[in-house]
Structure formats: structure tokens, C-alpha cells
């Protein structure tokens, strides 16, 4: 890399105690983060020095990749490249002590499916796949030395993937102060970043008496497209089996449903007309959060309750390592689009929600994409390379429950030379739903499971 303010040792401080300051809200959202920059402590003494000195964890026995985040991407990625070369030393580095599936969780709030089918153990993926978990926080980086420095002190690396996924971008909807960020976040929670959020939301429905409960859809390339509306119509459908007198305001930034358009269209007519209010083109210019109102371009919304998921961005730990692209809006990596690595480092890759390409923001993407990534950081060890596949995007939307009612899309991408964009390619969509989309959808998700954690 060439720019050595970039891995400074007092760059790596100013960005560590940031992030340290912002860990103290748990996961916060990406402004929230850098908020907390400008005034954060220093860390102490003491603190410092825990951070300063080497991760007590085994030495590596063979060339080590460090993988950041342990969602979709980093648990795909684990189990791969020790399946690829068993000769990697691989270490899975997550902040969280369990992960909880984002992948059904709407089901999951109209009581669908138990927490316990939604949680799996960090340490069983580990101890199934020959690779080491270590809970803890990355906070910033140095890519000369390569090194990844974390709460509990620096990991070397060989090969670094990052796959933090993405964080909440409150100052596209209006909301710039960092302290009514935090509140918003709290307060109203979006659930597309942490498994606090959904639990959360889970008591917000279950509890709600009555009167305008408020969903908002994002624009832009947000996390899984079908989800809110998808929740939309899980939300409606605990009311409608509570029988209370509630409506679900689904609020959405585009000017039209951006997936599963005529599935979605007809759920809410035919399912939920009296439950569902749907306005498209809802462009969101504030939120007042005290005054429970959502504002638009040229209206406002009064609400009982609400979950706001705003735009979305890449995760700041990208932007804080400097290694984000400065024209990209979501503040993704500057990488090489079919092989993954930052342009100027062969070493550092960027996967999942995080990634600069614009496919698909989801679990299943980022699951086929990281046995693809890991092939191609197997045969860089070797001094070999990987012909580029795609990958494989598929999404089911529960949209009725008792029973259980889905509806499915697959698709994959090309590259188009001329435009130099990616584009769609051989797309299925399935948006006549039925109990059959209901049980795929379920058995999807325990393969996806059994992947990630047991096989
Ligand atoms: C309600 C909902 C429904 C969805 N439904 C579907 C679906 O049906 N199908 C589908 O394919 N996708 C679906 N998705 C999308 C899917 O969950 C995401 O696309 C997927 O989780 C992306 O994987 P990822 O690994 O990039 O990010 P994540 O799964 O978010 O993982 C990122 C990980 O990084 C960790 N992390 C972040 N920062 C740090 C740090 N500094 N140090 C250590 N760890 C860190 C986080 O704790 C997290 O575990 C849904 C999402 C939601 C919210």
C-alpha cells in the first residue's frame, strides 16, 4: 500500500478509540460511530496497552487468514478456504457472542419458527470446521505489518477477508445529529444490522394496542430488497390475528414494491386490506422522534410505533481503515471487481454486504460468493488463479402465515463489457405464493445452516 499515514500507528490509534467509544452502544449505527470520533477519550493507559500487544491465541501453523465478520459471508468463508487449502491457519474474528439468522426472522416474529432454529454457536462452526473463533471487536488496521487490531490486542495475517456487512445511513433520511441518530436507532430500530434490533421489534408487535405502526423501505441498494415488504406483511399478520384495530403504514422511499412487485401487490390487497397502507415515493426528510412523526417531501405521518430502516452503507470500518472508494455513496472498498482484493493490496479482500460490486444484498449471495472468494485466495497462495463465476442470488418471502405462505426468486449476474456494469442474468422468479414457497423457504434456510455450521 502506499500511502503511510494510511497505517500509521497513530492513525490506527485515532481510528481504535473511536471505535472503542462506539462499541460501548454495542453495534451502533455507522454515523453513530463516527460521531463519537470528535470527542472520544483517548483510551488509557492500561487500555492501550491491551491493545497494543498480541492477541492471545495460538500461534498460526501455516499461512494465516484472518476473517472479519462471522455473518453470511466471514462463516461461508471459514469453512471454505479450510476446505480449499486445510492448510490455512483461519481465524473468524465476530464482535457478537452467537449468531442469530437475519434469513427468516420476519417468520420468526409471527411465531413461524423459534429463536432457537434462528441461533447457532460461533464455537460449533469452528470445532466442526477446523478453523479458530475469536469474539472481539476489530478496530482498525495496519496493512504494512498486517495486522489486525482488535480489544483484545493485534492477529497477524497472511490474507485478511472483511466482511463486516453494512450499517445505517440516518443522514439520507434527514436525521444528522449524531445523539438523535443513537435515539433513532434505539428507539425505533430498522433489524437489518444486529439481533438486538429484531428482538426488539418482536415486543414492539406483540405488545402494540392499536392505531398506525409505521415500516419504512429504503432506496438505494439496501439490504435484502424483498424484507421490508416482507415484514410488512408479517407485521399485519400478527395484528390481524390479534384482531386489533392497527394499520401498517408501509412507507417506501421508491416509487414502486422493487421486487416480487405483483406477489407483494396482491398479499396486500388480498390478505391484508385492512391492514396494510401502502404509499410508494415516500421520499423521508426527517424524523421527529419525540413528536413520533415521519416527515416526507410533502407530507407527514403520525405514528404509534414504528421501524425505520433507513439507506444503508458499507460497514465504517472500511472508511475508517481508509480503503473505501471516495465516489462510491456507500463508502464500499476500492477492490477489483471479479477478484475481490483492494486494487493496491493482493492480500485484503472485501466480501458480503460490504463489497463494492452491486449484487444483491443477501444471505444467499454472500454465501455463494465467499466459496468463489475463497477458492480464488486458495489458488493465490498457490500462484494460481480462478476463473470468475457468479454469484447465485435466491430470496423467499413469507407473505401468510398458519401455514406458512412463499413465494421465491433465483438469479445470477453477467458483466457487461460494453457498459461496464454488472447486470441480472437468468432470472426465476416465483410470486404466486403458496404453503410449498412456505416449507422451501424453511428447508432453505436449515441447509444454509447446516453449511455454515455442522457439515
Ligand atoms: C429481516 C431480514 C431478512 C432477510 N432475508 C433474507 C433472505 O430471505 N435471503 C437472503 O439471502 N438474505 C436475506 N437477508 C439478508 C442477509 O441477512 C444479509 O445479506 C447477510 O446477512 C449478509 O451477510 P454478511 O456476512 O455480509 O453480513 P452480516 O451477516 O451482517 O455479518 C456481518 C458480521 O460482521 C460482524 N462485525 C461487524 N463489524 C465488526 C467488527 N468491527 N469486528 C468484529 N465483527 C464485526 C457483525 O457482528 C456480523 O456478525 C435478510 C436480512 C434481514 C435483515
Given at each position: 500500500m502506499s500511502n503511510p499515514d494510511k497505517l500509521s500507528r497513530r492513525r490506527f490509534i485515532q481510528a481504535g478509540g473511536a471505535a472503542l467509544a462506539g462499541s460501548a452502544f454495542g453495534a451502533t449505527p455507522a454515523t453513530a460511530t463516527a460521531a463519537t470520533a470528535g470527542d472520544a477519550k483517548q483510551p488509557t493507559a492500561p487500555a492501550l496497552h491491551k491493545l497494543l500487544r498480541k492477541a492471545?491465541?495460538?500461534?498460526?501453523?501455516?499461512a494465516r487468514v484472518v476473517v472479519v465478520g462471522g455473518g453470511w459471508s466471514g462463516l461461508t468463508m471459514a469453512k471454505y478456504l479450510k476446505r480449499f487449502n486445510p492448510a490455512f491457519d483461519v481465524v473468524l474474528i465476530d464482535r457478537q457472542s452467537a449468531f442469530v439468522s437475519f434469513p427468516v426472522s420476519n417468520a420468526w416474529l409471527a411465531d413461524?419458527?423459534?429463536?432457537e432454529f434462528l441461533s447457532h454457536s460461533f464455537f460449533e462452526a469452528a470445532n466442526n470446521h477446523g478453523y479458530l473463533f475469536m469474539q472481539a471487536t476489530?478496530?482498525?488496521?495496519d496493512f504494512e505489518s498486517r495486522r489486525v487490531y482488535t480489544e483484545q490486542g493485534y492477529v497477524e495475517y497472511d490474507y485478511l477477508v472483511l466482511a463486516p456487512g453494512i450499517e445505517y445511513d440516518y443522514s439520507r433520511i434527514g436525521v444528522d445529529d449524531t445523539e438523535a441518530q443513537n435515539l433513532l436507532f434505539h428507539r425505533?430500530?430498522?433489524?437489518?444490522?444486529?439481533?438486538s434490533e429484531l428482538l426488539t421489534i418482536k415486543q414492539k408487535i406483540h405488545r402494540f394496542k392499536g392505531g398506525t405502526f409505521v415500516l419504512t423501505v429504503p432506496n438505494g441498494?439496501?439490504?435484502?430488497?424483498a424484507a421490508p415488504y416482507e415484514r410488512a406483511c408479517m407485521v399485519a399478520a400478527v395484528f390481524k390475528r390479534r384482531r386489533i384495530?392497527?394499520?401498517?403504514l408501509l412507507l417506501d422511499?421508491?416509487?414502486?414494491?422493487?421486487?416480487?412487485k405483483a406477489g407483494f401487490s396482491r398479499a396486500f390487497e388480498q390478505l391484508y386490506g385492512d391492514f396494510i397502507e401502502y404509499l410508494p415515493?415516500?421520499?423521508?426528510?426527517?424524523?421527529d422522534i419525540e413528536g413520533r412523526r415521519v416527515v416526507t417531501e410533502f407530507d407527514e405521518f403520525p405514528f404509534d410505533d414504528a421501524i425505520i430502516y433507513p439507506p444503508v452503507r458499507a460497514s465504517s470500518l472500511i472508511e475508517e481503515a481508509g480503503?473505501?472508494?471516495?465516489?462510491?455513496s456507500q463508502k464500499a472498498a476500492n477492490t477489483d471487481?471479479?477478484?475481490?482484493?483492494?486494487v493496491d493490496d493482493e492480500r485484503v479482500y472485501v466480501t458480503g454486504d460490504?463489497?463494492?460490486?452491486?449484487?444483491?444484498?443477501g444471505g444467499h449471495t454472500a454465501h455463494s460468493e465467499a466459496q468463489y472468494v475463497a477458492e480464488v485466495i486458495a489458488a493465490h497462495a498457490l500462484g494460481r488463479e480462478v476463473r470468475w463465476r457468479s454469484p447465485q442470488t435466491m430470496c423467499f418471502s413469507a407473505v401468510?402465515?398458519?401455514?406458512l405462505r412463499a413465494m421465491s426468486i433465483i438469479t445470477y449476474y453477467k458483466f457487461d463489457k460494453q457498459s461496464g456494469l454488472f447486470a441480472f442474468d437468468r432470472t426465476h422468479l416465483?410470486?404466486?405464493?403458496?404453503t410449498q414457497g412456505g416449507q422451501a423457504s424453511l428447508a432453505w434456510a436449515e441447509g444454509m445452516y447446516r453449511d455454515m455450521f455442522y457439515l
Open positions: 492471545a491465541i495460538p500461534a498460526s501453523r501455516g413461524q419458527v423459534t429463536l476489530a478496530l482498525g488496521f425505533y430500530p430498522g433489524g437489518f444490522v444486529t439481533s441498494d439496501y439490504r435484502c430488497s384495530s392497527a394499520k401498517v422511499m421508491n416509487s414502486e414494491i422493487t421486487i416480487k415515493s415516500s421520499e423521508i426528510s426527517s424524523v480503503i473505501d472508494n471516495p465516489q462510491d471487481p471479479f477478484r475481490y482484493h483492494l460490504s463489497r463494492s460490486q452491486p449484487f444483491s444484498k401468510d402465515i398458519e401455514p416465483m410470486d404466486k405464493w403458496d
